[in-house]
């Protein structure tokens, strides 16, 4: 039997990885895998997770399954989260999954389910976990244009442009926040008007919003996904709590179908649900309890907030640290770009080779595509990122 299989691509992050992990040099710097660090390079659990952790440890009484969409009060904490009050509660549907992918997973399950013939419009780039799973199911994708590899910003024409080419019944994949892997968002307004050409091509968004919190604040970052919510009788919306908790091992994720009307959103739900019983059955619950017991308790997201505040502004200052050591080595603004990111990731906008050679001169790790991530640095290794950027030529 196992003869039979044949050899699957390797993952490009894992294999970076392991070059950096092989590397003897002092001063290498991992700006490679798509985790969160601090200052000292930890991915430390935060405050009110360890608190939340203690609670549940003294108080759960049973591991008994909590059934297959997960525990309902996590799904009304994370629909207030991200929706706020945008839409009426009966008109959503949601389950638990394990983690962001899950979410991903099971939102294009469910589209395929309803519709095999729905084309999947991503944006060019997306984060590659997408079009891995669009093409593993074997549906019907494609590209719009999203990111301009001369300005660093996105391409706002010629995503609209490409938008006009879908047809009723696709789906188009639309980033909440903090855009993996360019960190170039779209305006209030950029939305609105691509909102005007989904809607007018008669398509449905699928909204992947996994990094909350990491951009502007939790509003703020949810603006978006509200705003595209608010505008369709049909919306799916993937939603993570890795990064904005830092719970990366507990998968912790949710799917949230957006309907017409409740009968629908009753349809969906069941869906859903069966959907969950085909591929995992009950969703893990150890991350969602630690997420429902600190956003229930005022003291507890009091405190996670803070940290979540923290977090972010780091990652902005790390951002601005760098902008401005580049404009001094450079003498230009043509790095601003850098400041005007958000989240985790930002995409150079330079060749593989560039990537290569700043991997084999300097030891700075980046993804060949020049996605790096901004988490990865800290007050020390900006200087050495920002003088290998120059020298390599970029």
């Known amino acids: 039997m196992f003869d039979k299989l044949s050899q699957q691509p390797a993952d490009k992050i894992l294999a970076l990885m392991a070059q950096y992990r092989a590397d003897p040099r002092d001063s290498k710097v991992d700006l490679g895998v798509g ?18 952790e203690r ?21 009304n904490v994370m629909i207030d989260l991200v929706l706020g009050d945008t839409i009426p509660r009966d008109r959503i549907g949601a389950v638990a999954t394990p983690g962001g992918t899950g979410a991903i997973r099971q939102a294009l399950e469910l589209i395929k389910l309803a519709d095999p013939q729905a084309t999947v419009w991503l944006s060019n780039p997306t ?12 549906m019907p ?11 660093r910003g996105v391409d706002f024409d010629g995503m609209i442009e490409d938008l006009g080419q879908v047809k009723a019944g696709d ?7 903090c855009h993996n892997p360019t960190g170039a968002n779209l305006t209030a307004d950029q939305m609105a008007q691509a909102i005007t050409t989904i809607k007018a091509q008669g398509a449905m968004p699928l909204v992947d919003i996994a990094y909350q919190g990491f951009g502007d604040g939790l509003d703020q970052d949810a603006a978006a996904t509200r705003q595209i919510a608010s505008a369709f009788d049909n919306c799916l919306i993937a939603a993570s709590c890795s990064k904005n908790f830092g719970i990366y091992r507990e998968r912790t994720g949710i799917l949230m179908a957006i309907a017409k009307d409740a ?12 959907l969950n019983r085909q591929n ?38 790390l951002r601005q640290q760098l902008a401005d050591e580049l404009k001094r080595l450079t003498n230009t603004d043509r790095f ?24 084999a001169d300097h030891g700075i790790y980046m993804v060949g595509d020049s996605r790096m991530n901004i988490a990865g640095l800290n007050e020390k290794t900006v200087p050495i990122l920002a003088k290998a950027i120059v020298e390599a030529g970029i």
């Open 141 to 151: 994708t494609a590209d719009y244009r999203y990111f301009d590899s001369e300005t």
């Open 35 to 52: 985790v969160y660090k601090d200052a000292s390079g930890n991915t430390p659990v935060m405050r009110a997770v360890k608190e939340a």
């Open 336 to 359: 601003d770009f850098l400041a005007d990111h958000r989240g985790m990731f930002s995409r150079l906008g330079t060749t593989p080779e560039m990537v290569e050679k700043l991997r």
């Open 280 to 317: 995992y059955s009950f969703p893990p619950d150890h991350g969602a309890r630690v997420v429902t017991t600190i956003l229930q308790d005022a003291a507890l997201r009091a405190d996670w907030e803070s940290e979540l505040d923290e977090t972010r502004n780091g990652m902005l200052a």
């Open 127 to 138: 984060w590659p976990n997408h079009p891995s799973i669009i093409k593993y199911l074997d």
């Open 55 to 75: 609670r549940i440890l003294a108080d759960q009484g049973s591991k008994a399954y909590v059934g297959l969409a997960g525990d309902p009060e996590f799904s």
């Open 263 to 274: 009968d629908q959103a009753a349809l969906a739900q069941q869906n859903m649900a069966f």
């Open 171 to 177: 789906v188009v994949l639309l980033h909440g926040c």
